[in-house]
């Protein structure tokens, strides 16, 4: 029996990419993909997702739009890493074939959980806004879904927004923080600490045996690793979101440990901070497992095996 999944995405490059690795794991049932504004607009990051569904031929998959603008917030779009278009300029040309299903990305979230009580996991690779939204509206979903696991925020290291803040939280510091009262049973975050180990490199596009895929990851990642080479003298591109996708297919791939976490949302310098109580001073009831460490070869063997699958 295949588990049911629900992929929230704002369709950038590795989302893309994180969505290629759900899709040929062949290991889910794909109740569907929401989108939600982040890297880019709503509109774009949905027009990608169905580009990157129809490479992949599977264009049977929903896709259903959510929100488009934070919680609260305005708008922070990552144009000058995703590319104008979100892709880095790949699959521009690509038939806009597919469009979105009808509803709203909160309300499928909530008729799926509910409909398949126990058996949804929830896989967020962008802001988390469209499921703060759904527990707004019905808050009982938090008992009925199997596992929430995102990318995003960073604990131990420096941010990739500001120094101490990660983009997915950054953008929605208010969503995170509802997530993380919610009471999820299951909740896991798989941040920065251990994302920024799973580097993809050149060496790494030339094993994807699939020329169209390997055409993608590798137009698509250009601009990223080459701006990555001149900051780090090193060819790569972090694979965030394809780890968290990862961590849902195989949680051996990561240790974690449980810890009480927050969201700064009041501070000029540490707005969008996830603050992670590792040595329980505040002494508050743990609501997050964290990824501390991960198996970086044997994900990269994973995605490989996957991708050429
Ligand atoms: O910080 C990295 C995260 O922010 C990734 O999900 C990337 O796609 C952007 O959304
Ligand atoms: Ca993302």
């Not at 009808?102 to 896989?123: C, K, R, Y």
Request: include cysteine; proline fraction near 4%.
């Amino acid at each position: 029996m295949k588990r049911k999944l629900i992929l929230d995405v704002d369709t950038g490059i590795d989302d893309a990419i994180g969505i290629i690795l759900a899709v040929k794991s062949r290991q889910f049932e794909i109740l569907g993909i929401t989108t939600v504004n982040g890297n880019v607009s709503l509109e774009s990051a949905t027009q990608n997702t169905c580009k990157v569904l129809h490479l992949l031929d599977e264009e049977d998959i929903p896709v259903i739009k959510g929100a488009n603008a934070p919680l609260l917030r305005n708008s922070y779009f990552e144009h000058a890493v995703h590319g104008q278009d979100g892709l880095g300029g790949a699959l521009l040309d690509a038939p806009i074939k597919k469009q979105p299903d009808e509803g709203f990305a909160p309300d499928f979230m909530i008729n799926s959980i509910l409909s398949f009580s126990g058996e949804v996991t929830l896989v967020l690779t962008g802001p988390l806004t469209n499921l703060a939204l759904a527990l707004k509206k019905c808050p009982e979903i938090v008992h009925h879904v199997k596992e929430v696991i995102f990318m995003g925020g960073v604990v131990q290291g420096p941010g990739n927004v500001t120094p101490t803040a990660e983009y997915n939280v950054y953008v929605d510091p208010e969503a995170a923080k509802l997530v993380l009262d919610a009471g999820f049973a299951s909740l896991t975050q798989v941040g920065l600490d251990v994302t920024r180990k799973a580097l993809l490199t050149d060496e790494h596009i030339s094993r994807i045996e699939n020329g169209e895929l390997r055409e993608f990851v590798d137009q698509s990642t250009a601009d990223y690793r080459k701006r990555y080479f001149e900051r780090n003298r090193v060819s790569g591109c972090a694979m965030h979101d394809p780890l968290a996708v990862a961590v849902a297919l195989n949680k051996n791939l990561v240790t974690t440990e449980k810890y009480y976490c927050d969201v700064e949302m009041k501070s000029e310098l540490c707005d969008g901070q996830l603050v992670c109580d590792i040595q329980e001073r505040l002494g508050k009831r743990t609501n997050l497992q964290v990824c501390t460490t991960v198996l970086v070869e044997e994900f990269f063997d994973m995605f490989l095996s996957i991708v050429n699958s």
